[in-house]
């Protein structure tokens, strides 16, 4: 029984790690996702000054660039790559670290909360930093933590490697480990005075590690401040964090994010009832991370967006974890049983939202198939649609040729439209919009075509997650072909 109890994490661990992994046969690549696989198509310097130019850190993309040398470029292994955040959290902190330190309960309460709530889901393959984000916070809370109570160096060294990773990885992290180290030396001061030096050697260490990244960092900051595509900030948006990373981003709250947000607020005054003092600093971190979004939202430009807060979520799972694990009692085991079926049924609609969502229920397998067999590799392609979303169609066809129709037609069609037909006598042409954010139109670039003795027929329509295409064959009256 014993011996089970030991394995029970690790048990749970791996089957949450298969259920947040099914989203990555899905072929849809948003515009977030299709940046992150052009980027790395470069080569290492590249992709560097690509992040420089962009808002977040390198250190995600490298470690795609790194999956590159096994086997090229592949979806389905990014987006495994991608996981490979989620799974170390869980096996590695949870599973391990967090067992070892606070006991089994305590742990399969952390892999059962982080795993199971919709963002964990949604973000595990998503091509982006978010999932690698969150293991490096939530290791660099743990080090820094086990740092405090045991005073090994070995465990500070670890805590300022995951720390330096969560600052080249987003900026949100960068405001979280920053707090703990706050926090970690305001400790030792006022309670372990002899390990003050020790503390403050390691911020400088991380501080001339981050050093050759500050510049940059303060360069994007003042690109935010100039010009930036976050709506303008709301407090009740910023208020409903923690129920949204519950559920779909891009949904309603329903009453299960609700009620996850009331139990953490009963689990907060529970903990500070019973002194749970590490567990109320992992709040504290999450909630001055959201605070101090918020103030340069305000008082600077919006720079906030609940999903990156995402990079805090395993500070809440531990909070979560060792407020309600560590409960002894004749009641503990019926309120932690209660809080496994809790998550569990949290889980089942996770995957039910997931299933709903474009992301899985779309057509991007048949779009993927219909440009294999019969969009040739150096097509030219009309695109009805915004001009930065160019990393979408780059992604799907690298070696093609795109231009945006308000980029043809907002200029005289003989400058515009007809010098793009002549350079491209030959070639094959397809015409595509997204009906969803189209800028000109079917019948203004059809009457222009016309207008140029050219037909524009249609040929098939697909969704793919955020975009509803149609795809017209552009050719010469009288070589009409398709």
């Not at 198509?41 to 470690?63: C, E, F, M, Q, T």
């Not at 005289?412 to 139109?441: A, C």
Request: hydrophobic share 50%.
């Amino acid at each position: 029984m014993q011996r089970f109890k030991g394995i029970a994490p690790y048990i749970t661990a791996i089957c949450i790690c298969i259920f947040v992994s099914f989203p990555a046969v899905a072929q849809s690549v948003v515009l977030d996702e299709a940046y992150s696989a052009v980027l790395v198509r470069g080569n290492i310097p590249d992709i560097i000054r690509g992040a420089a130019i962009d808002v977040h850190p390198p250190l995600y993309y490298l470690i795609l660039k790194v999956s590159q040398f096994f086997g090229g470029e592949s979806l389905l292994k990014y987006r495994l790559v991608t996981a490979g955040g989620t799974y170390l959290n869980l096996l590695l902190l949870g599973a391990t670290l967090i067992r070892k330190r606070w006991g089994c309960r305590v742990s399969i309460l952390y892999i059962l909360w982080f795993g199971l709530t919709y963002s964990t889901l949604e973000k595990t393959t998503f091509l982006r930093m978010y999932s690698w984000g969150a293991f490096f916070v939530t290791g660099a809370a743990i080090f820094l933590f086990l740092y405090y109570e045991n005073g090994k160096k070995r465990d500070i060294l670890l805590g300022a490697v995951m720390t330096l990773a969560a600052m080249y990885t987003h900026y949100y992290a960068v405001i979280s480990v920053f707090l703990m180290w706050v926090i970690l030396l305001l400790a030792v001061f006022l309670k372990k005075r002899e390990n003050t030096k020790i503390v403050l050697l390691g911020g400088v260490l991380v501080t001339i590690g981050y050093l050759p990244w500050l510049k940059t960092m303060l360069a994007q900051s003042m690109k935010v401040a100039d010009n930036y595509w976050i709506a303008s900030f709301s407090w009740s948006r910023w208020g409903a964090v923690p129920a949204a990373l519950t559920e779909s981003s891009d949904a309603p709250l329903t009453g299960i994010g609700a009620a996850l947000y009331g139990l953490l607020i009963m689990l907060f005054l529970f903990g500070f009832l019973r002194k749970k003092w590490e567990a109320l600093l992992c709040v504290a971190v999450f909630f001055g991370t959201m605070l101090a979004g918020a103030l340069f939202s305000v008082l600077v430009t919006p720079i906030w967006t609940s999903r990156y807060m995402y990079v805090g979520w395993g500070l809440i799972a531990l909070f979560v974890a060792v407020t309600a694990g560590t409960v002894t009692g004749s009641f503990s085991n019926i309120s932690q049983g209660l809080l496994v079926f809790l998550l569990a049924m949290v889980g089942a609609v996770s995957a039910k939202v997931m299933l709903a969502d474009e992301t899985m229920n779309s057509d991007a397998a048949a779009w993927v198939d219909f440009l294999a067999e019969n969009v040739d590799e150096t097509a030219r392609l009309i695109i009805d649609n915004p001009s930065e979303h160019d990393a979408v169609f780059k992604y799907y066809l690298p070696n093609a040729v795109f231009v945006f129709t308000e980029k043809l037609l907002t200029q005289d069609i003989e400058d515009g439209l007809e010098t793009f037909l002549t350079e491209n006598k030959g070639s094959q042409i397809w015409y595509v919009i997204d009906y969803r954010q189209q800028r000109i139109g079917t019948d203004k670039i059809g009457a222009c075509l016309e207008e140029l003795g050219y037909t524009m027929e249609t040929v098939d329509s697909f969704i793919i997650k955020y975009k509803s295409l149609e795809v017209f064959k552009v050719e010469e009256k009288g070589n009409e072909q398709y």
